[in-house]
């Protein structure tokens, strides 16, 4: 374990919440009179924050004139519901339980919105994880470096001794835009094909193997 912090990407990393995510989704379509989406879909839908999933999700996206009323149902159900059939993978808390004992910095980081991240993390990962920061308006989200950056911050260390775990395209242009690198897991919503067109190099087929990187 040669890096001094680690940064998590959540969503497919951490915990396996797509059904969660499809749930919340159909409900907020079917409220709107919208055709829902299979699981599938949703799996293409997700890592740029819930507002570019429901966009991609209702049909013409933002020019539809039912889109913020889709949103608002959406967000609203989600956090009544995200942790109906959400659960860290299988592996990810013997892992963290690793990292703590040898004295590592732990973070996540996360598009999803920041009361649910905020929610989640807390939930799952209140033992290991001392900073989690989601999605907000005040600060450009993933894959811009800026929330990886404040959980740096938060945490007190240098970006020179970190990495940036994720599972998606998306984390892999965080890592590189923070000049970090990246290990991208292959349990997650994306398979290795795409992480390696995508620019992925460093892989983790288990959490177990993100302690040997």
């Not at 680690?6 to 919340?24: A, V």
């Not at 609203?76 to 299988?90: C, E, F, G, R």
């Not at 897991?185 to 288990?206: E, Q, S």
């Amino acid at each position: 374990m040669k890096f001094e912090s680690y940064i998590f990407d959540l969503d497919g990393t951490l915990i396996e919440s797509l059904r969660d995510l499809k749930e919340s989704c159909n409900y907020a379509l079917q409220s709107c009179d919208m055709p829902v989406r299979t699981l599938e879909d949703v799996r293409m839908f997700v890592g740029n924050g819930v507002k570019k999933l429901m966009e991609r999700a209702v049909p013409d996206g933002l020019a539809n004139p039912r889109f913020e009323e889709a949103y608002a149902i959406f967000r609203q159900h989600y956090l009544h519901h995200n942790l109906d059939h959400t659960a860290p993978y299988p592996g990810i808390m013997e892992m963290l339980a690793t990292l703590q004992a040898n004295g590592k910095a732990v973070a996540v980081v996360s598009n999803k919105f920041y009361a649910a991240t905020q929610q989640l993390v807390r939930h799952f990962f209140s033992d290991y994880v001392s900073v989690a920061i989601g999605e907000r308006e005040d600060i450009k989200k993933k894959p811009a470096p800026d929330t990886v950056m404040e959980a740096l911050r938060q945490l007190h260390k240098p970006v020179s001794t970190a990495v940036y775990i994720g599972d998606s395209d998306v984390d892999i242009d965080t890592a590189k835009n923070c000049g970090m690198p990246c290990i991208s897991v292959l349990w997650g919503f994306r398979d290795k094909p795409f992480l390696i067109d995508h620019g992925a190099t460093t892989f983790a087929a288990t959490p177990a193997d993100i302690l040997k990187i």
